[in-house]
């Protein structure tokens, strides 16, 4: 094992390949067909791991597309198939399949929450968990104080801030592939909101600044069963067509022409937010970014450049009147040079590296 590991030094470059499981949660297709974090990330890792030369095993639901292999849990996600199948059953056949063929890898790097841990304390090769949750609930600290011993990375400092003290090996900002985005230097004509629709994520403060400046606001949100209530309620009542626009969830290729035609993406969030996937995707489109600094929005936004950091709607209307001062293209420049899946994988085969033999250090 520490062999197989230590070869990770001359990976970037290298014909010398590892053995990598890539383990996703079955809520979603890797990728997923229309909204999806983690599945999504998980899928970006994937594809430049494989590219880089390394032999990577996806364990996912059978709707995935990938070139790695692909092993199968469910034939499909778990989110959109009708049958509502029992996801705790599947994701514990998921991971036996997985530490199973454990003597088969290099490394297993599960993206799987916290429901693994028992299985990879037991592995006989290295397993690498990312979380991509909040960490400041209840029971979690204990959680971790169990499992001590297993190597964790985490997606933002800010995501670290409520346990310190856990074995951390590193932390790698997600990354997008450069062709996936093509960007638009032209300023937009609206603003845009992308992402949950749950009270977390504050539609009510994106249309309360679109109302102020006097723009219009397109809405490209997914309503999960549990937040239904609440956007019926609450957010359904303040849409009003054509100025405020709710046009539902849309896939990747969609992401290109809604965030690049807008004039900033408004991320006015309320709570610890893990990373923020949509900023850089508005950042690979040449979108600026207009966020309440909440979590890892002060790590990603780069305060004059890509965005600005508000503290109040008042304050974000202010810089939303400032907007033109920001140059596309400088968006652009800064998410191929922080944002990149190819950084990621980078990064990611550092942590690898970490938990063998040999440690070293993050890129970066």
């Not at 959109?80 to 056949?93: Q, S, V, Y």
């Not at 937040?227 to 054509?242: G, N, S, V």
Request: charged share 25%; net charge negative.
């Amino acid at each position: 094992m520490g062999t197989a590991i230590a070869q990770c030094k001359g990976m970037v470059g290298s014909s010398k390949s590892l053995c990598i499981a890539q383990v996703a949660p079955l809520y979603e297709s890797v990728p997923p067909k229309l909204y999806g974090g983690t599945e999504r990330v998980v899928s970006y890792l994937t594809e430049e791991l494989v590219r880089q030369g390394h032999q990577v095993t996806l364990f996912a639901s059978a709707d995935s597309c990938t070139t790695a292999e692909l092993v199968a849990a469910c034939d499909r996600a778990l989110r959109l198939d009708p049958k509502r199948p029992a996801g705790t059953a599947l994701h514990t056949l998921l991971l036996e399949e997985v530490f199973k063929r454990a003597d088969s890898f290099d490394i297993i790097h599960c993206h799987t929450d916290c429901i693994h841990l028992p299985l990879a304390r037991r592995s006989p090769v290295p397993v690498v968990t990312t979380l991509h949750g909040r960490l400041d609930l209840p029971g979690l600290d204990r959680l971790f104080e169990e499992f001590a011993e297993l190597p964790l990375t985490s997606i933002s400092d800010a995501q670290r801030r409520p346990l310190p003290a856990v074995n951390w090996a590193g932390t790698v900002y997600h990354g997008l592939p450069l062709e996936l985005h093509t960007p638009t230097y032209t300023e937009g004509r609206y603003l845009a909101f992308l992402g949950r629709a749950s009270p977390e994520k504050r539609i009510d403060r994106a249309i309360a600044i679109a109302q102020a400046c006097d723009i219009p606001l397109k809405i490209a949100a997914k309503v999960d069963a549990e937040d239904r209530a609440y956007f019926t309620a609450q957010i359904e009542p303040l849409i009003q067509p054509p100025f405020i626009e709710y046009i539902g969830e849309i896939n990747e290729r969609e992401k290109t022409a809604f965030l690049g035609g807008a004039l900033a993406l408004l991320f006015p969030i309320d709570w610890p937010e893990p990373f923020g996937l949509a900023m850089i995707e508005a950042m690979a489109c040449g979108t600026p970014v207009i966020a309440f600094p909440c979590g890892a929005v002060p790590e990603v936004v780069d305060e004059g450049v890509t965005g600005f950091i508000a503290g109040s709607v008042a304050e974000a209307v202010e810089r939303v009147a400032n907007i033109q001062q920001l140059d596309r293209r400088r968006c652009r420049e800064a998410f191929e040079r922080r944002f990149s899946a190819t950084r990621m994988a980078n990064d990611y085969c550092d942590v690898y590296m970490a938990c063998g033999e040999e440690p070293c250090q993050l890129r970066a």
